[in-house]
């Protein structure tokens, strides 16, 4: 017999007194019927209490793991001596009480407040977020909004208010901030705990090792201090759990080889990280060449988040079609001259937070080049190339409505001033796999279109 004692905790709402409520909602939605569940709640609160808001996904592969691993725990105490040993008996078990301990040990350092209630995001007050577990931070509050670059002209088509979570309007109540929630689900998906929220590590920038494949623009040779560029947001089809397709900037300094140093933003499919395909706004940072530093979003003590509307992790909608409306956000990243933090905005205006300068070795100064495009990670199924795309999942040929782009290029150089992004060189791992066309014109500035569908008769 199985008794389910801790699905009752997986489960159940947080229980708070509340007084003078302000409002609760409720929306319907399901990832396979398309109905979510919000419940939202603002309350006023005492010194002792937080305000939240909870998006709970009722997941039936949740329940069906849960269930699982009940059969798993029952056949151990009810096997046959004359069928198993005392050690099968004992071993097995304590082994997966084992990895579930350290998994709920970590999921204590990323989660605050801690909870099994489902797929969720807290409203978390901004000086107990994951950073402030870094030494360095403890004790603090975030800093100040930065100056903003010279040249800066706000993007009208960008489309900063475009996640899931935060259609109806509700946000996090002030000095908070939204945290996506990770479950012990997201983690058993990863290949192991330590390399949780992770990428995998790549040798060098052109290079396809560990399956990973780009298509990109990039400038070198100058001391960069930020960039800024609108991206295209699609839904391109990702074709196993262990790969991904991201759309991105890149700050980088140092070598590629062993002490790299890196500032990313963008959007990604990541089936392994946040368990669905849609694609979603996300960081990402490294000081030792994606070795053992580093991670996405809020993963680790790192990033800074300043703003309660924006949930790194979260989906953006509304996305590209073929042929049909094209959507982009915009995404600026720059060192404040006065403190030498990197700071990120997203959007026409709105900053989400700053990575700590002592994150880093070679970006403590600048960068040395700044990237920007596409990358996949290929794991070769059945030994020949993956069909997950790139961008739009068309070649750059077809053109706007079809391909993917990147338009608007810009960088930061040494006076805090945006410059275009002059002498722009392209390159693509494998062109018959993803392929980069760049141009310049009046409207977009410097900009390309890029990608491609991975597997067909030319990368086979």
Not at 447 to 452: I, K, L, V
Request: some cysteine; charged content about 20%; proline content about 5%.
């Amino acid at each position: 017999m199985c008794l389910l004692g801790d699905v009752s905790e997986t489960s159940r709402r947080r229980t708070t007194t509340i007084r003078n409520p302000i409002k609760c909602c409720l929306l319907n939605y399901s990832r396979r019927r398309k109905q979510q569940h919000i419940r939202c709640f603002l309350h006023h609160h005492s010194p002792h209490q937080v305000s939240f808001k909870s998006i709970t996904m009722f997941s039936s592969s949740f329940l069906r793991l849960i269930l699982l691993l009940c059969l798993v725990f029952s056949s151990f105490s009810t096997a046959s001596p004359s069928n198993t040993t005392a050690a099968d008996q004992t071993l097995r078990p304590q082994e997966e009480l084992q990895k579930l301990k350290l998994i709920r040990q970590e999921l204590q350092k990323i989660n605050k407040p801690a909870s099994s209630d489902g797929d969720i995001i807290d409203c978390v007050l901004s000086h107990q977020q994951p950073a402030f577990d870094h030494p360095l931070l403890q004790g603090q509050r975030p800093m100040d909004p930065p100056e903003l670059p010279k040249g800066y002209i706000k993007d009208e088509k960008s489309y900063e208010d475009s996640q899931l979570w935060s259609l109806s309007g509700e946000f996090c109540p002030e000095g908070t901030i939204p945290v996506r929630r990770t479950t012990e689900q997201d983690m058993l998906r990863a290949s192991s705990v330590r390399r949780f929220g992770r990428k995998i590590r790549r040798v060098r920038r052109d290079s396809s090792s560990n399956g990973h494949e780009h298509a990109v623009g990039y400038v070198s040779g100058r001391q960069y201090y930020g960039a800024k560029a609108s991206i295209n947001v699609w839904s391109p089809r990702v074709a196993s759990q262990h790969e991904f397709s991201l759309s991105q900037i890149w700050v980088i300094a140092g070598s590629f080889t062993h002490d790299l140093n890196t500032i990313e933003a963008g959007w990604q499919i990541s089936p392994e990280l946040y368990g669905d395909t849609y694609p979603r706004f996300f960081t990402y940072w490294t000081s030792d060449a994606y070795r053992s530093t580093g991670c996405y979003n809020l993963l680790c003590s790192g990033f800074v988040q300043t703003n309660r509307r924006i949930a790194i992790g979260a989906a953006i909608s509304p996305r590209s079609s073929y042929r049909g409306g094209q959507f982009d956000i915009s995404l600026l990243i720059w060192k404040d001259p006065k403190h030498g933090h990197w700071w990120l905005q997203f959007g026409s205006g709105t900053l989400v937070g700053y990575w700590p300068a002592f994150l880093f070795t070679h970006l403590k100064q600048h960068g040395s080049m700044v990237q920007f495009g596409g990358e996949i990670v290929n794991t070769r199924p059945g030994g020949s190339h993956t069909s997950t795309q790139m961008g739009s999942g068309h070649f750059a040929g077809e053109g706007f409505g079809k391909a993917s782009y990147f338009r608007n290029l810009q960088v930061v150089d040494w006076d805090n001033t945006l410059l275009p992004a002059s002498n722009l060189k392209i390159l693509a791992d494998h062109p018959n796999c993803y392929d980069i066309r760049g141009g310049t014109n009046r409207v977009w500035g410097n900009y390309f279109y890029y990608g491609g569908p991975g597997k067909n008769p030319r990368c086979p």
